[in-house]
Each structure stands twice: as C-alpha cells, then as structure tokens.
C-alpha cells in the first residue's frame, strides 16, 4: 500500500509577547539610538579630508625633492615618499569603508540601488564582512609601514654595524624594535585568517539551517512526468483498452 506523501511544515512567523506601552517605548528609544553614531561617521568624513590636505603636502614635498636637485635622485627617498603616499591612500580606503559599511550596518540602509557608483562590497555588507575587510585594509597598511621600516634601517644588524642606526628620514631604528613591528604585522594576519574562517564557519551553518528549514517533501519525482510519484509506489505496465487500464502479467 503506498503511504502517504509528507509535506514539509512551513516555518512560522517569529512570535513577540503582549508588550505594554512603556515597554515598547523602551524598545523604540533603544532602536532609535543607532542614530547617535551618525555624528560619528560625519567626523570620519572631516578626518577623510584632513588626510586629502596630507596627501596633497606629501605630494608637494615630493616634487619639491625631485625638482631640487633632477640629476642626483636618490631612489630609496622616492620610494619612500611614494609609500608615504600609497600608505595615506589606503587609510583613506578603510574610512570609505568604515564610513560606509558601518553605516550601512548599524544605522540605516543607504538608497543607491541601481546607482552606477555603487560598490560592488556594498550589496553583501554584514557585520561579518566588514570586520574581515577591515582586517585585510589593516594588514594592507601594516605592510607599507613594515616595507619602509626596511628601506629604512638598511643594514641594519649587519656585522659590525651598531645597535642602533639612524634611517633615511632621521628616524632611529632599533633590531628590537623591527622584530616586534614584524610580530605585531604577524598578529595582524594571523587575526584576518580567523576572522575570515569565523566568517566561513557562520555561512556554512546559515547555510545547513536552511537547508533542514526547505526539507523536500519524502516524494518520488518521475523523470518522464514532473508529477510527484509517492513514497513506496510500484511501477506497473499494462495497456489502455477501452478507456480501462489493463495490467500486463
């Protein structure tokens, strides 16, 4: 006998207690305080453009140097300005992103959908993403400190060098000091791998709790007719005489 077929039971909707007024009104006020960060992205933007008037005065010194003296160049001292350059662009870049996202995560959506300039990040920012981005933007910049540093000391720790030696910017660079920027750069990658498995890990268990929420139906789909076939039924041939199935033995 063929059993019936099961139907998947449809989640219900999330269930919220009787609420009193003052309790709701709780509930709102507390909603509403996201807003109090608002300030606090705008004063990102206004350190955004402090760093606009930094890459321009960089910029400046830097032609300044070139123009200076065009014949006796010294490619460590460009590199280096170029660095400095590259490091303000990428501290620009995590704001963007922290204004942005940040906004975009705790505050209020942001109504650019269809818009040509839209980021591409933007469409699937969560908490999740952002601090992984975040954590790449900062090992980003960690690297551009850490290649100066060793543009920097030069031979440092080299036989019969000192302890101690002044770098092409003035700066005095210690051995001590170099290897805790390097463990310190170290941790910073070491974060990101985590935060990324953590994120991996998250989406894969969102991923298996959907999959058991749509449970297919216990049914048996016939690849010559779409209809569902029910669990248990037997396949039978026969011939149709007369409007009557007739089963062939």
Known sequence: ???????????????????TAWVKSVGYLIFFSRWLQAPLYLG????????????????????????KD????????????VLGLIDVVMIANLLIMVIIGGYETFVSKID???????PEWLSHVNAN??????AMAIIGISSIHL?????????????????????????????????WQ???????????????????????????????????SDQVVDPIDPSPVPQGAVAVSGYIIDGKFVEQR
């Open 1 to 19: 006998m063929a059993s019936r077929p099961q139907t998947t039971a449809v989640p219900s909707q999330r269930q919220y207690r009787p609420q």
């Open 44 to 67: 990102l933007i206004i350190a955004q453009l402090v760093y606009v008037v930094v890459f321009v005065i960089e910029l400046v010194h830097l032609i300044e140097t070139v123009l």
């Open 70 to 81: 065009p014949l006796h160049i010294e490619e460590s001292v460009i590199m280096l300005s």
């Open 112 to 118: 650019i959908e269809g818009h040509p300039d839209q």
């Open 129 to 134: 993403v952002l601090k992984v981005k975040l």
């Open 147 to 179: 290649l100066k540093t060793f543009i920097e000391v030069g031979d440092l720790g080299a036989p019969g060098s000192n302890n101690e030696e002044e770098s092409l910017t003035g700066d005095v660079y210690t051995g001590d000091g170099v290897f």
């Open 182 to 216: 390097v463990i310190i750069h170290t941790v910073f990658i070491l974060s990101a791998i985590a935060l990324a498995l953590i994120d991996r890990m998250s989406q894969n268990h969102g991923a298996s709790a959907r999959s058991l929420t749509h449970k297919p």
